[in-house]
């Protein structure tokens, strides 16, 4: 079946630091990937997602690249900031019902 | 707005009751799930329903029962055959092969 493997956490950066979350997946066929972020006490949100391969999503300064050769989603950010700590989970759809398989998440505190 | 309603935000449970969780969407998505969070761990697949009157089982079904006779609404019901329910609950929808769309959740605790 599906899978997706995060990288573990939790990961402590300094305000403006870069970031990567690691993000690989095995899958049958083509799947849509996607990055979701959850803030403390609430649900999860879309982050970012990329439907095809060589596909790159971005939003609020975070990107991440399907790259189907390596079965990769890594997520990135250049800068983060305290407002960045939360938890973010890599998921994948593979079916047109929309099921989805998700990462086990990663925690990231920013310190100022 | 378009969105998922999940009530009530906090619920407590004492040992040997049923309690429901209300979960609403106005998205006019066919597909809606619940999932069960438990601290620092990831989501686990409880139910799924993809079209009215039909469900599936997740992987973590035992001792949680689901209806779904509107598209709109798709409750989740914790019986007391669940032994340790205390968790964070997700409810949420998905118009098809695109991302979920989720509720803000509630957060059950038995006394």
């Known amino acids: 079946g599906d899978s997706v493997t995060q990288m573990e956490g939790p990961v402590t950066l300094s305000e403006e630091a870069f970031l990567t979350i690691n993000c690989t997946y095995t899958?049958?066929?083509?799947?849509?990937l996607f990055w979701y972020v959850q803030y403390p006490g609430e649900g999860l949100q879309l982050l970012l997602k990329a439907t095809k391969a060589d596909d790159k999503g971005s939003n609020k300064g975070f990107e991440a690249t399907y790259r189907k050769e390596t079965t990769s989603f890594h997520l990135e950010k250049g800068s983060v900031q305290v407002s960045d700590s939360a938890v973010y989970f890599c998921a994948l759809t593979n079916t047109n019902a929309g099921k989805s398989t998700f990462g086990d998440g990663t925690t990231l505190t920013v310190k100022p | 707005d378009g969105g998922i309603t999940q009530s009530p935000k906090y619920l407590f449970r004492k040992e040997g009751q049923n309690v429901t969780l209300s979960c609403e969407q106005n998205?006019?998505?066919?597909?809606m799930y619940w999932y069960r969070q438990d601290p620092g761990q990831g989501l686990r697949l409880i139910y799924y329903s993809q079209i009215v009157n039909d469900f599936q089982k997740g992987d973590i079904a035992e001792g949680y029962s689901v209806s779904r006779e509107k598209k709109e609404s798709f409750p989740l019901t914790v019986t007391s055959a669940q032994k340790n329910p205390t968790a964070f609950y997700l409810c949420a929808s998905t118009p098809g092969r695109g991302e979920q769309f989720f509720g803000p959740g509630t957060r059950l605790t038995v006394l």
């Open positions: 899958a049958t066929g083509y799947p849509s």
């Open positions: 998205l006019n998505h066919d597909a």
